[in-house]
């Protein structure tokens, strides 16, 4: 007992972040504030300037080892452990570990070769024709079929919606068209209950609770068949059984349009075509990464985004003017002419000032708020933490975008400016790559950044050109502490008709 409280003061001491507990460590803290984890890692990170080190397990040896957290949002730390030693700074067994039932080996979850040859298969997937062939087929043709529609539909009724529940079902049906050539339309009046959906989410978030455990109490739980672990075990059960049906369709479709001489473009059928004889297994796992890259993450960051205009109505003028001046140009001076179908490549593309709104968005509101690394050999970071073989690094990205020394004393407000270039024409982007993270950066950098700014840019554009929008009075907007930065309640808002600048005043953007 002795020398474990002389062991635990010595340990205490060379910690730098937030008060550790006898064989706890940091884990009363992080309970403490589950409600507010991502703020409070931010308090922490602006405390100890940058970079901090915490033990999950005030355990001999392990918390020198697995139980050792480096947190830390330096841009320079960044740089070193996304790009500079990328090798020694994989997902790693842990991470692996606690989301091997629900993503696999997939593209998220796996490192060396097996990442590599997904990567390099699914880069092919992003290139710009496919986006302009995958925005212009699942992208518009569902906002101007759907989202528009039922817009309207809940203007005229006077009903307030859950826009992020429309913007979910808009990007899970964009998805699945980019991933499998197929747009369930989940985004359709009446807004139907969707199985797939529903289990997906449960098993996000039951993996999720795996991670605020030690390992050995979760395995326990699944092996035991206890409490969450039983909700991740039917979800993951429903989701496989969904895209296994998808992949079988897809086989036959494939052989049946080989004989044809036809071609598919989406992901899977990519796949397929490089190697026959890949299991329902890997290609669900193929699948399922990509619809969980691309569905939740942009259509939280447009919760946001829309969130953000609500509260900061001169933001909202500065992108109305904007976007008519640019249809001014390329539609002539009718409004009508710009709502008669959704934006064009070449219209989007100019679009700045919508861009670094969206980018200003990401900066406060991350959709993947942390995320972590594996250390293979002992390494030293650029600010001197020296980080131990074994432990694990977690690098923020929510306090990347929320670090005072980066972006100044003004960074908690939304402020678009920021992102452009002196003259204001153009979009200048960060400073330094490595202080805004939100597509994570280096060799693992978003493959979907370009399709989801694209996609982001035109639902955007679609609905401010036709409706301003007010919360719902009563509505919380609340951070949900998941994989993903959701709104706890969703976003409830009244959809108003939106009075557009015309002539003169939208060509001279005044
Ligand atoms: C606003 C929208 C988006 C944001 C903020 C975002 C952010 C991110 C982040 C932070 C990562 C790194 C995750 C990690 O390694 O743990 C990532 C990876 C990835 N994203 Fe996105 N993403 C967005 C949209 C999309 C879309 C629409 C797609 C696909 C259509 C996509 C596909 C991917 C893929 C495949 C990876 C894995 C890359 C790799 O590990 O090599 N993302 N994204």
């Given at each position: 007992?002795?020398?474990?409280?002389?062991?635990?003061?010595?340990?205490?001491?060379?910690?730098?972040?937030?008060?550790?507990?006898?064989l706890?460590?940091?884990?009363?803290?992080?309970?403490?504030?589950?409600?507010?984890?991502?703020?409070?890692?931010?308090?922490?990170?602006?405390?100890?300037?940058?970079?901090?080190?915490?033990?999950?397990?005030?355990?001999?040896?392990?918390?020198?080892?697995?139980?050792?957290?480096?947190?830390?949002?330096?841009?320079?730390?960044?740089?070193?452990?996304?790009?500079?030693?990328?090798?020694?700074?994989?997902?790693?067994?842990?991470?692996?570990?606690?989301?091997?039932?629900?993503?696999?080996?997939?593209?998220?979850?796996?490192?060396?070769?097996?990442?590599?040859?997904?990567?390099?298969?699914?880069?092919?997937?992003?290139?710009?024709?496919?986006?302009?062939q995958?925005?212009?087929?699942?992208?518009?043709?569902?906002?101007?079929?759907?989202?528009?529609?039922?817009?309207a539909?809940?203007?005229?009724?006077?009903?307030a919606?859950?826009?992020?529940?429309?913007?979910?079902?808009?990007?899970?049906?964009?998805?699945?068209g980019?991933?499998?050539?197929?747009?369930?339309?989940?985004?359709?009046?009446?807004?139907?209950?969707?199985?797939?959906?529903?289990?997906?989410?449960?098993?996000?978030?039951?993996?999720?609770?795996?991670?605020?455990?030690?390992?050995?109490?979760?395995?326990?739980?699944?092996?035991?068949?206890?409490?969450?672990?039983?909700?991740?075990?039917?979800?993951?059960?429903q989701?496989?059984?969904?895209?296994?049906?998808?992949?079988?369709?897809?086989?036959?479709?494939?052989?049946?349009?080989?004989?044809?001489?036809?071609?598919?473009?989406?992901?899977?059928?990519?796949?397929?075509?490089?190697?026959?004889?890949?299991?329902?297994?890997?290609?669900?796992?193929?699948?399922?990464?990509?619809?969980?890259?691309?569905?939740?993450?942009?259509?939280?960051?447009?919760?946001?985004?829309?969130?953000?205009?609500?509260?900061?109505?001169?933001?909202?003028?500065?992108?109305?003017?904007?976007?008519?001046?640019?249809?001014?140009?390329?539609r002539?001076?009718?409004?009508?002419?710009w709502?008669?179908?959704?934006?064009?490549f070449?219209?989007?593309?100019?679009?700045?000032?919508?861009?670094?709104?969206?980018?200003?968005?990401?900066?406060?509101?991350?959709?993947?708020?942390e995320?972590?690394?594996h250390?293979?050999?002992?390494?030293?970071?650029?600010?001197?933490?020296?980080?131990?073989?074994?432990?694990?690094?977690?690098?923020?990205?929510?306090?990347?975008?929320?670090?005072?020394?980066?972006?100044g004393?003004?960074?908690?407000?939304?402020?678009?400016?920021?992102?452009?270039?002196?003259?204001?024409?153009?979009?200048?982007?960060?400073?330094?790559?490595?202080?805004?993270?939100?597509?994570?950066?280096?060799?693992?950098i978003?493959?979907?950044?370009?399709?989801?700014?694209?996609?982001?840019?035109?639902?955007?554009?679609?609905?401010?050109?036709?409706?301003?929008?007010?919360v719902?009075?009563?509505?919380?907007?609340?951070?949900?502490?998941?994989?993903?930065?959701?709104?706890?309640?969703?976003?409830?808002?009244?959809?108003h008709?939106?009075?557009?600048?015309?002539?003169?005043?939208?060509?001279?953007?005044?």
């Amino acid at each position: 007992m002795v020398a474990y409280l002389i062991w635990f003061a010595r340990i205490r001491r060379s910690l730098t972040g937030p008060r550790v507990w006898p064989l706890l460590g940091s884990l009363p803290g992080l309970f403490q504030n589950k409600h507010r984890m991502h703020d409070w890692i931010a308090e922490n990170l602006t405390m100890c300037k940058g970079t901090y080190q915490t033990c999950i397990a005030a355990v001999p040896y392990l918390a020198r080892m697995q139980g050792l957290v480096t947190v830390t949002c330096d841009p320079r730390n960044l740089e070193h452990i996304l790009k500079t030693r990328f090798e020694n700074y994989p997902k790693g067994p842990t991470w692996q570990a606690v989301f091997h039932d629900l993503l696999g080996d997939g593209i998220f979850n796996s490192d060396g070769d097996t990442w590599r040859f997904q990567r390099k298969t699914a880069a092919l997937e992003f290139t710009t024709r496919t986006l302009r062939q995958a925005m212009a087929r699942w992208v518009s043709r569902s906002i101007e079929n759907r989202l528009v529609p039922i817009l309207a539909s809940c203007q005229l009724k006077n009903e307030a919606v859950d826009l992020q529940d429309l913007l979910l079902r808009l990007t899970f049906d964009n998805i699945c068209g980019l991933a499998f050539g197929k747009d369930p339309e989940t985004l359709r009046p009446g807004l139907p209950f969707n199985g797939f959906a529903w289990a997906f989410d449960r098993a996000t978030e039951a993996t999720l609770n795996r991670f605020i455990l030690p390992a050995i109490i979760w395995k326990l739980k699944k092996w035991l068949g206890l409490g969450l672990e039983v909700n991740l075990r039917e979800s993951v059960k429903q989701v496989d059984k969904y895209l296994d049906d998808v992949i079988c369709k897809r086989k036959l479709e494939l052989s049946s349009q080989q004989e044809r001489g036809a071609t598919h473009d989406d992901l899977l059928s990519r796949f397929m075509r490089k190697k026959e004889g890949y299991s329902n297994e890997f290609l669900r796992h193929v699948a399922l990464n990509f619809i969980l890259a691309g569905r939740d993450t942009s259509s939280v960051a447009l919760s946001w985004f829309f969130w953000l205009l609500t509260q900061h109505p001169r933001v909202e003028g500065e992108i109305i003017q904007e976007i008519s001046r640019v249809l001014t140009e390329t539609r002539g001076r009718d409004p009508a002419a710009w709502v008669s179908r959704a934006l064009e490549f070449e219209e989007v593309d100019r679009l700045v000032y919508l861009k670094a709104a969206l980018s200003e968005t990401l900066r406060l509101y991350p959709s993947v708020p942390e995320d972590s690394k594996h250390v293979v050999a002992d390494d030293v970071l650029p600010d001197g933490t020296f980080v131990p073989a074994g432990s694990s690094v977690t690098y923020s990205i929510y306090s990347a975008g929320r670090n005072p020394a980066v972006w100044g004393a003004d960074f908690l407000e939304f402020k678009p400016e920021r992102w452009l270039t002196p003259d204001k024409k153009g979009f200048a982007g960060p400073l330094d790559p490595y202080a805004f993270v939100s597509f994570n950066a280096g060799p693992r950098i978003c493959l979907g950044k370009d399709l989801a700014y694209l996609q982001m840019k035109v639902v955007a554009a679609s609905v401010l050109l036709r409706h301003s929008l007010t919360v719902a009075p009563g509505h919380v907007v609340q951070q949900k502490m998941s994989l993903t930065l959701f709104m706890e309640q969703g976003l409830k808002v009244h959809v108003h008709p939106r009075v557009l600048p015309v002539g003169e005043e939208a060509a001279l953007g005044t």
